[in-house]
């Protein structure tokens, strides 16, 4: 099973991915058949989370009210337990600035907002890599467009 957390101030848009992911296991792990999908509403409500057991992925919108996705990602890369979790960066703001950002934190993937489904599933799978759910070989910094 892989265990995705996402995180999200928008109860819709976080609804909108776990229908993505929860629909799509084999995305994780040929073997997979489940998915379980962990939602945050914050950033700090993420930091409440991980603790709690082991993350294959982390999906995090920047834009949050307390702590941003940019600081979620800073603070996992610095952290010895978060370090090799793939993370994805979602965001309104999608500038080369922006993602150049993202990327230069450590997030292995940056996805501007509205994305479609099939979006989100390239970037998981450029996230991730052949490895699947082991981060530690993905491809680095792997980049990918927005919506389509």
């Known amino acids: 099973m892989a265990r995705i957390l996402v995180v999200e101030d928008s109860s819709a848009f976080r609804a909108f991915i776990r229908a993505a992911l929860e629909g799509s296991p084999e995305l994780f792990d040929a073997a997979a058949e489940d998915v379980e999908v962990v939602e945050a509403s914050s950033g ?7 603790p709690r057991g082991h993350f294959d992925l982390v999906i995090t919108d920047i834009n949050m009210p307390d702590i941003n996705g940019l600081e979620l990602v800073r603070f996992m890369r610095e952290n010895e337990r978060y370090r090799t979790v793939c993370t994805i960066l979602i965001s ?4 080369e600035k922006d993602r150049a950002r993202g990327l230069a934190l450590g997030a292995n993937a940056f996805l501007g907002k509205p994305f479609t489904v099939e979006a989100l599933h390239q970037a998981i799978t450029a996230s991730i890599g052949p490895s ?10 792997a980049s990918s467009e927005g919506s389509q």
């Open 132 to 141: 699947k759910v082991d981060c530690s070989k993905a491809q680095s910094m």
């Open 44 to 50: 700090f409500d993420a930091l409440r989370l991980l």
């Open 92 to 95: 309104t703001q999608s500038s």
